[in-house]
């Protein structure tokens, strides 16, 4: 009989699809006023004294419409899916029918089938409106029963309406669905116009926020010193939020000490360039809690600080302050504040970068406070080197000295100029002038430099009538036995008056050097190119050479370094030529305001090399 029924064209659901239709139609493991009407009209058409519309979940069969099952069922419309449970059986894709359940294979076991009672069984599948089976609408009774064609029939066609009041109710969720689709796009565009102009500002933030990390690494990298790091500092932070002023303070012992800003002058920073970390100011406290301290405004500030810090943030015309603390690789090295005029809402974002920005900070905080710790002892050296120039006798005498702008470049140039006692009774005392180059730009080459001015001081009063070439050939001698690594250029010379005046003599030995310069009254400049070998710890000692040429008065002699002269790229012969002009020029003023003119004319803004000149001016 069963055969005699039409089997529509059904498909098993996928799972998700499946319960993806359910939802659409809203029914659920309760009453359905139409699901029961559809179980009545099965027991009145059929004859049965109980049906059902089933409904097949992920895990459970629910029964939105049921007719004359037994308690509890009515109150419960659901009842669970075992994995004993046959899936064809909730979820029929043909039509089932069973006389008598007890004597059928496939549901005599079944879990599902002895709860509800039923003993002859006859389903008919509802199908959603792509033809997959979302449950079935069911007969039962409770005795053995062989189904009539005609009752088939009618079950048949009542799944087809219920099946068709699914479909209506799907559809119907499926166009409130797209109604509100709708709706919310509407919604979505408006706001995503709305927002069009936020997420450009916090897309150029995000732009900005990279860029500032990018050149904080590049920047911060170079820096040789405390003072470099607060001169970069000043343009590293651009862009969106652009703060209106950036503070760096460093710990000294018991209080922040602030490095001021090297080339601008803020009169209210300095101040108070100095805070006791017991002090109740932002900077402060981001010291003591080792935390980022945000002040939004000057609410805060009031609220929380002392008056002192109200006024200094009044005077500064700043009214938001970020204060970040520098770690150091093993400490705190000191606090970073980042300050707007205007009140500035620091987001996460924000906060985040400069927080990673503060880490670069940091290192090169760490690195200058290093390098300036080493670079102060080291030129603290030199300086004690470069005596003072005899402030007595009728020689002028003007020196200038100006450091490589690499802080670490501590180099071994250096000058020296003194009296000598005379020889012969009677005779003025000759004067002794040295410039020198020891090769290096450390403190070793700042060591032997102390001790090579040193030796060529006793060797020169050793051999009197002070030869300069004596004195150079004793060093070479005293290098090569002690041993000193000692390598470089000199020149040493001695200045008389020659007997009668009032012209003066020059004697000098020339150790590879660059050559002195003579200029004469008349304004003519004298290359005096004679030199011997460089000093040098491979050279075997040599006999030093020395030559004389006269000094008319009112001359002017210059002694120098190869910082005034090289540069890379320059042509060494055109300095040279550079300052012969100079001198020419500018050599009958002062000595000193010669040495300007010269340092301002050629000296590098930014040596890579130690400077050394010496101008005598004979009377």
């Known amino acids: 009989m069963a055969d005699q029924i039409r089997k529509p064209e059904t498909k098993t659901a996928p799972g998700d699809a499946r319960q993806s239709a359910l939802r659409l139609t809203a029914l659920s493991a309760a009453s359905d006023t139409n699901m029961d009407r559809f179980a009545r009209l099965v027991t009145r058409l059929l004859d049965v004294p109980a049906a059902f519309v089933s409904l097949a979940e992920q895990d459970r069969l629910i029964l939105p419409g049921v007719m004359g099952l037994p308690d509890p069922w009515p109150g419960r419309r659901a009842l669970p899916l075992s994995p004993s449970t046959r899936r064809e059986l909730a979820v029929p894709e043909q039509p089932l029918i069973v006389t008598d359940t007890r004597a059928d294979d496939r549901t005599r076991t079944d879990p599902a089938i002895t709860a509800l009672g039923v003993i002859a069984y006859a389903a008919m599948p509802l199908t959603d409106g792509d033809g997959l089976v979302l449950g079935s609408l069911c007969a039962i009774d409770h005795k053995p029963r062989a189904w009539a064609a005609e009752e088939l029939a009618d079950l048949e066609d009542l799944a087809a309406v219920c099946s068709a009041e699914l479909r209506q109710r799907i559809l119907s969720a499926q166009r409130r669905s797209e109604q509100k689709v709708l709706e919310t796009a509407w919604a979505a565009a408006e706001q995503a116009r709305r927002d069009a102009e936020r997420l450009e500002q916090e897309a150029q933030a995000g732009l900005d926020h990279a860029e500032l990390l990018l050149r904080a690494s590049e920047e911060l990298a170079q820096t040789s010193g405390l003072e470099d790091v607060r001169r970069r500092l000043r343009n590293l932070f651009g862009g969106v939020g652009k703060p209106s002023y950036v503070g760096l303070l460093v710990v000294d012992e018991d209080e922040l000490r602030r490095v001021p800003e090297p080339d601008l002058v803020h009169a209210v920073e300095h101040e108070l360039d100095v805070q006791p970390l017991n002090a109740a100011f932002p900077s402060t406290r981001a010291m003591r809690e080792r935390r980022t301290v945000v002040v939004p405004d000057r609410e805060a500030l009031v609220a929380d600080y002392s008056p002192e810090a109200v006024r200094y943030f009044d005077r500064m015309g700043l009214t938001t302050v970020l204060c970040v603390p520098l770690w150091g690789s093993r400490i705190l090295l000191g606090v970073l504040t980042i300050c707007w005029a205007k009140r500035h809402e620091v987001g996460v974002t924000e906060r985040a970068t400069l927080t990673a920005a503060s ?261």
């Open 359 to 619: 880490g670069y900070i940091a290192q090169a905080v760490e690195r200058a406070l290093y390098l300036d710790e080493r670079i102060s002892l080291a030129r603290q050296l030199q300086a004690a080197m470069l005596t003072d120039l005899p402030s007595t006798g009728p020689v002028e005498i003007s020196a200038l000295y100006q450091a490589a702008a690499d802080g670490q470049m501590i180099g071994g140039d250096w000058y020296d100029a003194y009296y000598l006692p005379s020889v012969s009774s009677g005779e003025p005392e000759p004067l002794m002038v040295t410039v020198g180059d020891i090769t290096g730009h450390d403190m070793h080459a700042a060591t032997v430099m102390g001790q090579v001015r040193s030796m060529l001081r006793q060797a020169t009063v050793d051999h009197a009538p002070y030869s300069p070439a004596t004195s150079l050939t004793a060093l070479d001698a005293a290098c090569s036995a002690l041993p000193i690594e000692a390598g470089g250029t000199l020149v040493h010379g001695r200045l008389d008056l020659t007997d009668g005046g009032p012209d003066w003599t020059l004697t000098w030995s020339n150790a590879g050097h660059p050559p002195p310069l003579l200029r004469t009254p008349d304004g003519q400049v004298i290359v005096l190119e004679e030199h011997d070998i460089f000093l040098h710890p491979a050279l075997e000692p040599s006999h030093r050479t020395e030559h004389r040429c006269a000094l008319p008065s009112g001359s002017t002699l210059l002694l120098y370094t190869d910082g005034l002269i090289e540069r890379r790229g320059q042509d060494i012969d055109a300095a040279i030529e550079q300052l012969v002009a100079l001198l020419a020029r500018h050599g009958d003023r002062p000595p000193a305001e010669v040495l300007h003119r010269i340092g301002s004319t050629m000296a590098d803004p930014v040596p890579e090399d130690d400077v050394v000149v010496l101008a005598l001016r004979v009377p």
